[in-house]
């Protein structure tokens, strides 16, 4: 795909230097901030097209993990040189200069800037009034069980699959998965948004002790949330093969509806084994997701009839 072809090219340049690159960044995992660039190195021609050119926000740890995080979306005075940066319309009226990949140095330099975490919004920075992807992020309350939450995202497809949609597979490296509708042509913002609320709405008045489509903690116990709301302009989800700061190092993984069966958890895979899956890897679990064209006017059409 075109995505990928331009990432290929993108990586060559190895310009950046890795200050402190011995400080662990993971306590007593003996993971460093050289292992956090070489792991983005690894997988960067996996992971940039699903940042490139998107807005994009970092969550940077500039004393490891356990220590303070900074959830960053603009670029910081003083000025990233590999990053791109542009002055988005906030929906207030104002604006503010978010920051995106456009290319590997952009990756290393924010890895540089102590980022570990990178979460891509669902829109281009050239068109970001429209997504071109819809998440859902199943959240599991407590006492759900993992056979629970499989079986929660399998219903999900099938839900979209009678919609006409296809979706997609990834686990957060947290404690729930993501299902990921691509849309070609991208749709507005307001569409999106009310189209992710209906639809966490149907599967919870569908299923209503499977799930529930408020994000009140007290009434999500023994539930799973359907987290409609990463689906807003300037809202953001996790990205493919991104490092989480969290014990362990995992990472958020795609994967193809194949593989959920054997899925042992949301974590499963973490900087090394994604690494060794990767070496391993001859197709993208994600395969044709820039190919599939689809879009909400003709699933809306189909509700309201
Ligand atoms: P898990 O499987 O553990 O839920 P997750 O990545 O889905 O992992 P959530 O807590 O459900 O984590 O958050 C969903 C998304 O919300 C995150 O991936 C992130 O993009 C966004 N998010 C998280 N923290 C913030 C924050 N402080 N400000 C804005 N958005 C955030
Ligand atoms: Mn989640
Ligand atoms: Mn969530």
Not at 154 to 183: A, I
């Amino acid at each position: 795909t075109p995505a990928r072809k331009n990432a290929k090219r993108a990586t060559r340049s190895e310009a950046i230097t890795i200050t402190h690159p011995d400080r662990e960044v993971y306590p007593g995992e003996g993971i460093t901030k050289q292992d956090v660039a070489d792991y983005y190195r690894a997988v960067m021609d996996w992971f940039l097209p699903g940042v490139l050119n998107r807005p994009t926000s970092v969550i940077r740890w500039p004393n490891g993990i356990g220590k303070p995080s900074f959830f960053q979306k603009h670029i910081p005075t003083g000025g990233l040189k590999h990053v791109g940066s542009a002055r988005l319309k906030e929906e207030t009226g104002a604006s503010a200069v978010y920051l995106y990949p456009e290319s590997a140095d952009s990756i290393i330099e924010l890895v540089q800037f102590n980022a570990i975490e990178f979460h891509p919004w669902g829109a281009h920075v050239d068109n970001p009034d429209c997504a071109d992807r819809v998440v859902f992020d199943l959240d599991p309350g407590e006492d759900v069980s993992w056979t629970r939450v499989k079986a929660a995202a399998r219903l999900m497809r099938q839900l979209l699959d009678q919609l006409g949609l296809e979706c997609f597979l990834r686990t957060t490296g947290g404690k729930g998965l993501h299902v990921v509708v691509p849309l070609k042509p991208a749709s507005p913002w307001k569409i999106v948004k009310q189209f992710a609320q209906s639809f966490a709405q149907v599967l919870e008045s569908m299923h209503p002790l499977e799930f529930i489509a408020v994000s009140s903690k007290a009434r999500r116990a023994g539930k799973i949330y359907v987290d409609y709301l990463r689906n807003g302009r300037g809202a953001t989800a996790v990205a493919s093969y991104s490092l989480r700061g969290r014990p362990g190092a995992p990472v958020a993984m795609p994967l193809r509806w194949s593989e959920l069966g054997k899925l042992k958890s949301a974590s499963q895979f973490n900087i090394k084994t994604a690494v060794a899956r990767l070496k391993r890897q001859r197709s993208d679990p994600w395969e044709g997701i820039d190919k599939v064209r689809q879009s909400l006017g003709a699933v809306i059409k189909a509700l309201s009839s």
